[in-house]
C-alpha cells in the first residue's frame, strides 16, 4: 500500500477510534482554530499598523492589563513577527488536529495558546466564567489528556515520512494565509460611542480626576488611552506611539507623553504632535466629553 492510502487510511482510523464525545470536541477545536487564524488573515488591518485591528494595537492593549504586560511590551517592537507567528500557529494547531499530524503537540500547542489569551485579554474578567479563553484552555488540556491517556510522555514523529507531514502543514498554513488575502474582509469599525442603549460610553467619574492630572483607561477595541484633565476641560490621545505601537505614558517634569521602547515624546497640548523622534506622526485623538457628573466617549 502506497504511502498516500496509507495516510488516508490512518486519518480515517483516527476519527473512528475516539468515542463520539472526542470527536465533536476535536473537530470543535481544529474549527475553531482555523477559523480565527483565518479571521486573521482575511483582516487587512491585523498586520497594518495604525489600522484599529492593527496586532500592535492589541498588544499595547495588553501592556496596560495583563499580569505579564511587560513582555507585550517587549513584543510591541516586533508586532508584524508576532501577528504572522500567532496566525499560522492557528492554522497549524487547527489543521493538525483535524488531519491527526502529531495530535498531542497541537493539543499542547492548543493548551498553552489559549492560557496565553487569558493572561493577555481577559484575566482581570469577573466572574471568570465570562472569559472564553478559560474555557478553551480547559478543552484543549481535557483532549491532550485524553490523547496521552496513561503514557507519561507525548508522541513526536521525527522519522521521514514525520518530517513530510509537518512540512506539508506549515505548507498549509502558509497557503491558507495568503488565501485569506485574497478575501479581505470590510474595514474594521471604528470605535463604539455609545452603548446599545444608545447611552455614551463611560470613562471616569469627572471627581476622581483632579485638574491637571491624567488617567489611563482602555477602548473597547483593547487600544491604551490617557485622559487629560485641565482648567478648560477634558481631552485625551490613544496611548499607542505612532512609531511602533509601544504605549506612552506621562512624563510630569517636561509635560510630555513619552514612550520607553526608542525614545520618542509627544506634545498632549499641542494636538499630540511629535517632538521627539524616531516618531514623526501626531498621536490619535480620542474624543471626549463631560456629561453630567461623567467624562465619557464623544
Same mark, same amino acid.
Given at each position: 500500500?502506497?504511502? &498516500?492510502?496509507?495516510?488516508?487510511?490512518?486519518?480515517?482510523?483516527?476519527? #473512528?477510534?475516539?468515542?463520539?464525545?472526542? #470527536?465533536?470536541?476535536?473537530?470543535?477545536?481544529?474549527?475553531?482554530?482555523?477559523?480565527?487564524?483565518?479571521?486573521?488573515?482575511?483582516?487587512? !488591518? *491585523?498586520?497594518?499598523?495604525?489600522?484599529?485591528?492593527?496586532?500592535?494595537?492589541?498588544?499595547?492593549?495588553?501592556?496596560? &492589563?495583563?499580569?505579564?504586560?511587560?513582555?507585550?511590551?517587549?513584543?510591541?517592537?516586533?508586532?508584524?513577527?508576532?501577528?504572522?507567528?500567532?496566525?499560522?500557529?492557528?492554522?497549524?494547531?487547527?489543521?493538525?488536529?483535524?488531519?491527526?499530524?502529531?495530535?498531542?503537540?497541537?493539543?499542547?500547542?492548543?493548551?498553552?495558546?489559549?492560557?496565553?489569551?487569558?493572561?493577555?485579554?481577559?484575566?482581570?474578567?469577573?466572574?471568570?466564567?465570562?472569559?472564553?479563553?478559560?474555557?478553551?484552555?480547559?478543552?484543549?488540556?481535557?483532549? *491532550?489528556?485524553?490523547?496521552?491517556?496513561?503514557? #507519561?510522555?507525548?508522541?513526536?514523529?521525527?522519522?521521514?515520512?514525520?518530517?513530510?507531514?509537518?512540512?506539508?502543514?506549515?505548507?498549509?498554513?502558509?497557503?491558507?494565509?495568503?488565501?485569506?488575502?485574497?478575501?479581505?474582509?470590510?474595514?474594521?469599525?471604528?470605535?463604539?460611542?455609545?452603548?446599545?442603549? !444608545?447611552?455614551?460610553?463611560?470613562?471616569?467619574?469627572?471627581?476622581?480626576?483632579?485638574?491637571?492630572?491624567?488617567? &489611563?483607561?482602555?477602548?473597547?477595541?483593547?487600544?491604551?488611552?490617557?485622559?487629560? #484633565?485641565?482648567?478648560?476641560?477634558? *481631552?485625551?490621545?490613544?496611548?499607542?506611539?505612532?512609531?511602533?505601537?509601544?504605549?506612552?505614558?506621562?512624563?510630569?517634569?517636561?509635560?510630555?507623553?513619552?514612550?520607553?521602547?526608542?525614545?520618542?515624546?509627544?506634545?498632549?497640548?499641542?494636538?499630540?504632535?511629535?517632538?521627539?523622534?524616531?516618531?514623526?506622526?501626531?498621536?490619535?485623538?480620542?474624543?471626549?466629553?463631560?456629561?453630567?457628573?461623567?467624562?465619557?466617549?464623544?
Amino acid at each position: 500500500m502506497s504511502y &498516500q492510502p496509507r495516510r488516508i487510511k490512518s486519518l480515517s482510523d483516527s476519527w #473512528r477510534s475516539q468515542t463520539i464525545a472526542i #470527536r465533536i470536541l476535536r473537530g470543535w477545536l481544529g474549527l475553531t482554530w482555523i477559523y480565527a487564524g483565518w479571521d486573521k488573515a482575511t483582516d487587512p !488591518g *491585523f498586520l497594518t499598523k495604525g489600522s484599529a485591528s492593527f496586532i500592535g494595537t492589541q498588544l499595547s492593549g495588553y501592556s496596560t &492589563q495583563s499580569p505579564i504586560g511587560g513582555l507585550f511590551n517587549k513584543l510591541i517592537e516586533h508586532s508584524t513577527a508576532v501577528g504572522l507567528t500567532v496566525m499560522l500557529a492557528e492554522f497549524a494547531i487547527g489543521l493538525a488536529t483535524l488531519l491527526w499530524v502529531s495530535p498531542t503537540l497541537a493539543a499542547f500547542g492548543g493548551f498553552t495558546m489559549s492560557i496565553g489569551l487569558w493572561l493577555a485579554s481577559s484575566f482581570h474578567a469577573s466572574p471568570y466564567f465570562l472569559a472564553s479563553d478559560t474555557a478553551y484552555a480547559i478543552l484543549w488540556l481535557v483532549y *491532550f489528556l485524553t490523547l496521552v491517556g496513561n503514557r #507519561r510522555t507525548v508522541d513526536v514523529s521525527l522519522d521521514r515520512r514525520g518530517a513530510i507531514r509537518v512540512s506539508a502543514l506549515g505548507g498549509a498554513a502558509i497557503a491558507l494565509s495568503f488565501l485569506g488575502k485574497a478575501f479581505p474582509k470590510s474595514s474594521a469599525k471604528a470605535v463604539e460611542t455609545t452603548t446599545a442603549s !444608545g447611552s455614551a460610553v463611560k470613562v471616569l467619574e469627572l471627581s476622581k480626576i483632579a485638574v491637571g492630572e491624567t488617567h &489611563q483607561f482602555a477602548l473597547s477595541n483593547g487600544m491604551p488611552a490617557i485622559l487629560f #484633565r485641565t482648567k478648560t476641560g477634558v *481631552f485625551a490621545y490613544s496611548a499607542t506611539c505612532t512609531h511602533e505601537g509601544c504605549t506612552v505614558s506621562y512624563k510630569g517634569a517636561n509635560k510630555t507623553l513619552y514612550c520607553p521602547c526608542h525614545g520618542a515624546e509627544f506634545d498632549p497640548f499641542s494636538n499630540g504632535k511629535a517632538v521627539q523622534g524616531p516618531a514623526r506622526d501626531p498621536l490619535t485623538n480620542v474624543k471626549v466629553k463631560v456629561e453630567g457628573n461623567w467624562v465619557v466617549l464623544s
